[in-house]
């Protein structure tokens, strides 16, 4: 187990992090194994193991602006190899969340927005409405017309309708705000 002995700002930061995501990151042993398998783990997005390492030594700026939380899928591939059960999607989520209420720029800008309008298109419609928010990405990203010869085809498949254009159903809509607002509430933002 590391002993630390960084400044109590940086002792701050990582007692956060391990008391929200309930992980204990001082027994990470650094092995490396959890981003051995980590399928998101590049040479530009560190990965998991060194997520881990910025916590511990407090790296706050560089650890909420990291990557690797943005890109996580939350595939548990890292906390099944990890041999002291470090469950590393549990810390991804609180970065994310840390990250928010302090009001970092999203280092991943088009995941954030295409999070945002996954989120807006489950609150107003009860589900995701895949063509609205492919087209609603684009026209955010400015590239109108990319992928629409797959859309197009999608849609002569009737995998998808245009009319999920339309407004949700109010009933549907009522539903569905109503569980973001308890979700919300349960976290301390409405
Ligand atoms: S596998 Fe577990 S112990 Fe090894 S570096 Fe990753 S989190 Fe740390
Ligand atoms: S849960 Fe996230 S960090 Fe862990 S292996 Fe999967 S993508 Fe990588």
Redesign the pocket.
């Known amino acids: 187990m590391l002993t630390l002995k960084g400044t109590s700002s940086e002792r701050q930061f990582l007692d956060q992090v391990m008391h929200k995501s309930g992980q204990n990151l001082l027994?990470?042993?650094?092995?490396?194994?959890?981003?051995g398998g980590c399928p998101i783990t590049s040479n530009e997005v560190g990965g998991?193991?060194k997520l881990?390492a910025e916590i511990l030594a407090g790296m706050k700026e560089e650890a909420l602006c990291d990557p690797t939380w943005w890109y996580c899928v939350s595939c548990g591939t890292?906390a099944t190899?990890?041999?002291?059960e470090?469950n590393?999607y549990q810390v991804a989520t609180v970065l994310c969340e840390m990250a928010e209420r302090e009001n970092v720029s999203p280092s991943e800008p088009d995941i954030h927005r295409f999070e945002e309008l996954f989120l807006k298109s489950v609150r107003e419609h009860g589900r995701v409405e895949e063509l609205q928010t492919a087209m609603l990405f684009n026209l955010q990203t400015r590239k109108p017309f990319k992928d629409a010869g797959k859309g197009l085809r999608l849609m002569l498949r009737g995998a998808i309708s245009p009319k999920e254009l339309l407004p949700g159903k109010k009933s549907v809509r009522a539903r569905a705000d109503h569980i973001f607002q308890q979700v919300l509430r349960e976290k301390g933002e409405e």
């Open positions: 027994e990470c042993l650094q092995c490396g194994k959890c981003s998991p193991r881990i890292c190899r990890c041999p002291v470090i590393i």
